[in-house]
């Protein structure tokens, strides 16, 4: 099994930066992908961005490309969601899923969720 927990979010301004962290343990050797999923009140899971552990393949929601990254720290086991111009649009509750192979923006596909961290961007 794969523990996922995310961390980082909080209350910022329109324009502002944040990041947000993905930190898996247990069987991190049966990980493949990472993937950044939000969810607004009122409105279904958005895909945002996911990564394979190596890197390549990665992928960005039409959404948030241009504006966010992911990075990774293997050795910290953690996978980080770097948000730069936040617009109020951005506020939602942002999960983190582990995949055991490629799958993209395809929800179902992610095995372990988090508990998700709360981004509030406000205008």
């Known amino acids: 099994q794969v523990h996922v927990v995310e961390s980082g979010g909080g209350l910022v301004q329109a324009g502002a930066s944040l990041r947000v962290s993905c930190l898996v343990s247990g069987r991190t050797s049966d990980i493949y992908a990472l993937g950044w999923f939000r969810q607004a009140p009122g409105k279904e899971r958005e895909f945002v961005a996911a990564?394979?552990?190596?890197?390549?393949?990665?992928l960005y929601g039409d959404p948030v490309k241009g504006r966010f990254t992911i990075s990774r720290d293997n050795a910290k086991n953690t996978m980080y969601l770097e948000m730069n111009s936040l617009k109020p649009g951005d506020t939602a509750v942002y999960y983190c899923?582990?995949?055991?192979?490629?799958?993209?923006?395809?929800?179902?596909?992610?095995?372990?969720w988090g508990q998700g961290t709360q981004v509030s961007v406000s205008s």
């Open positions: 899923g582990e995949g055991e192979r490629w799958t993209g923006s395809y929800y179902q596909g992610y095995r372990y």
């Open positions: 990564s394979s552990w190596s890197g390549t393949p990665f």
